[in-house]
């Protein structure tokens, strides 16, 4: 059958930013949010809270990863915002999202392990609604907990999860049946004369393969977490 997609954190946390933000300045209670995806499409996410005091909101989503088993499924992703002077978005870690220690990242050391795409969502949600300054601080309970079974101890990022996506999608895999497909790509390029194919785990390292390496059709091969997998057919 087939398997159901879902939102990533990135997704989660531009749409509970706009929840908070519609209610701290225009006194809403959205039930449900529409945010525009990074590929164009408009979605409708559910909310489960919005509350506030006059001078901060926050609101919460529940990460839905559809069928893919993510650690991440199920937790709530929260966005705190409040006002401040000037019209900068300040993005902000808060409990259970974690910090950059190292270099070499996407997201720069001592900043919140936000990537970029999330931050770009957020930052165009809130204009959705409103011109003035506004700090938003993101939060994911249990995120510290949760972020110890991921690389992110490994990659420097402590405290907590990071705030993910490019698409504002997960999309789900069946294991046999993507390495299958990727067998099948492996063997469609050495058909092809292909014997320097370029492995990459998503859509970032595509964009850096093409950017830094002349390469041809078939040549770049994503092979999300199937490294091994992969790299015993190569050496087959």
């Known amino acids: 059958s087939k398997l ?15 929840a ?29 809270y919005v509350r506030g005091n006059g001078l901060s909101a926050e609101a919460a989503i529940r990460k839905d ?12 992703v929260v966005a705190s915002v409040t006002k401040i002077e000037g019209s900068e978005i300040v993005i902000a870690a808060g409990e259970g999202v974690g910090t950059v220690t190292k270099p070499g990242l996407s997201v720069a050391p001592g900043e919140p392990a936000v990537n970029p795409v999330p ?14 300054g ?7 309970p249990g995120g510290k907990e949760i972020a110890a079974r991921t690389f992110n101890p490994r990659l420097g990022i402590v405290g907590g999860l990071s705030i993910l996506g490019t698409s504002g999608r997960v999309r789900p895999f069946s294991c046999p049946a993507l390495r299958t497909s990727l067998k099948c790509l492996l063997d469609v390029a050495l058909a092809c004369g292909l014997k320097a194919p370029f492995f990459v785990p998503g859509h970032i390292g595509e964009r850096a393969a093409r950017r830094h390496f002349r390469v041809s059709s078939g040549q770049v091969i994503e092979v999300g977490n199937e490294w091994g997998f992969m790299l015993d057919c190569a050496a087959a």
């Open 4 to 18: 159901r997609s879902g939102f990533t954190t990135g997704t989660c946390a531009a749409a509970a930013a706009k």
């Open 20 to 48: 908070a933000a519609m209610f701290l300045i225009e006194g809403i209670t959205l039930r449900e949010v529409e945010i525009t995806l990074p590929e164009g499409d408009r979605v409708v996410i559910p909310v489960v």
């Open 65 to 76: 990863a559809g069928d893919d088993p993510d650690v991440t499924n199920g937790m709530a």
């Open 119 to 132: 931050r770009r969502m957020i930052r165009d949600v809130v204009r959705e609604v409103t011109d003035r």
């Open 134 to 140: 506004m700090k938003v601080t993101l939060s994911i």
